[in-house]
């Protein structure tokens, strides 16, 4: 059973920094692209980042130096480093696996964003 945790989020100031984390509890990350996506309120799901399983990156372009997105395959865990956040950052952050080569997506829990003004 292919589980995603995410963990990292909370309070921050504006202008302030947070590195989320998505850890898997099995080695699906090392075929899959993984993605972060937020979902604030009233809105729709978002993609904000995300890494292939070759290393490749793409971004929202909001977050677009700002944010990086990563990946240690030794430790099955992608990361998102978020600096100079502000108010509009808020939001729950969610962790997706596409692992297109057995045709499955998973999704982690969500981890919440609050960036205060």
């Known amino acids: 059973q292919v589980q995603l945790v995410e963990s990292g989020g909370g309070l921050v100031q504006a202008g302030g920094s947070l590195r989320l984390s998505c850890a898997e509890s099995?080695?699906?990350?090392?075929?899959?692209?993984v993605g972060w996506y937020r979902q604030a309120p009233g809105k729709q799901r978002e993609l904000v980042a995300a890494?292939?399983?070759?290393?490749?990156?793409n971004y929202a372009d909001s977050v677009k130096g700002l944010f990086t997105i990563s990946r240690d395959n030794a430790k099955n865990t992608v990361y998102l480093q978020m600096n100079s956040l502000n108010p509009e950052a808020t939001a729950v952050y969610y962790c997706?696996?596409?692992?297109?080569?057995?045709?499955?997506?998973?999704w982690g829990q969500g981890t919440q964003v609050t960036v205060s003004s």
């Open positions: 890494i292939t399983s070759g290393g490749s990156t």
């Open positions: 997706n696996a596409d692992a297109r080569l057995i045709q499955r997506i998973y």
């Open positions: 099995g080695s699906i990350f090392r075929i899959a692209a």
